[in-house]
């Protein structure tokens, strides 16, 4: 244990740190706290990054969602909240910020073009899909979508169509699942009778007959 004496700079602790020099534990968990809250967060406009008043694509409910996002805020825990002024790193968000919170106000879309609501949602770190990228049109006085991104919502909404499909496919029910017989005879009278097997839900175990009129 190293025994300090008034301030101690960060950068000193993460030196001694290094240099595999016990210090005291409280103190280092603050350190490593702030490091971390540091790791992905950028500066410059070039990078893929998460930024305020950027607009992106994002998907919830098998529903995408277009918009400028307002306000960034990361709940580690009820009681610690962090809100981000700084971009973040697309290729690390959802590794280093799971928790993220991000508050969107929606755009309204028309095929290939959209426009600004008041309406705002808020979305988790998973919903973000990719950047959003529009063209301003001063003259309709909206925004068209870019080719790029177009592209993307298009791939998106053929995804859950086929996700949509296969799941349709797996829920068909035939004729004889849903009618499990054991036996069939035909009476005189044109009836054929059905000997139903009982459902492996149903508490009742005993068959069920069913009687069915042929057409004559």
């Known amino acids: 244990m190293v025994n300090f004496t008034g301030k101690v700079h960060k950068s000193t602790l993460v030196s001694l740190l290094n240099s595999g020099t016990n210090v005291s534990k409280d103190r280092l968990r603050r350190v490593r706290a702030r490091q971390t809250r540091g790791e992905g967060i950028i500066d410059t406009s070039e990078d893929p990054a998460l930024r305020l008043y950027a607009d ?14 307002t306000r960034i805020t990361n709940h580690q825990s009820s009681r610690c909240k962090t809100n981000y002024l700084k971009p973040i790193l697309l290729q690390d968000i959802k590794e280093l910020f799971p928790c993220l919170q991000i508050e969107v106000t929606l755009y309204t879309r028309d095929g290939d073009r959209c426009s600004k609501s008041s309406n705002v949602k ?10 959003l990228q529009l063209e301003y049109d001063c003259v309709l006085s909206d925004y068209e979508i870019n080719q790029s991104s177009l592209e993307v919502i298009t791939q998106i909404e053929f995804d859950m169509h086929e996700q949509e499909q ?38 009742s175990k005993r068959r069920r007959r069913v009687v069915v009129y042929e057409a004559q």
Do not use: C, H, W
Not at 56 to 69: E, R
Not at 122 to 130: G, K, P
């Open 56 to 69: 992106y694509i994002f998907k919830s409910k098998k529903t995408i969602f277009l918009g400028q996002v």
């Open 122 to 131: 808020v979305f988790n770190t998973i919903d973000l899909i990719s950047i």
């Open 166 to 203: 296969n799941t349709d496919n797996n829920s068909v029910v035939t004729t004889s699942d849903a009618v499990p017989t054991t036996s069939a005879a035909t009476t005189e009278s044109g009836r054929v009778v059905l000997e139903v097997e009982p459902d492996p839900s149903s508490r």
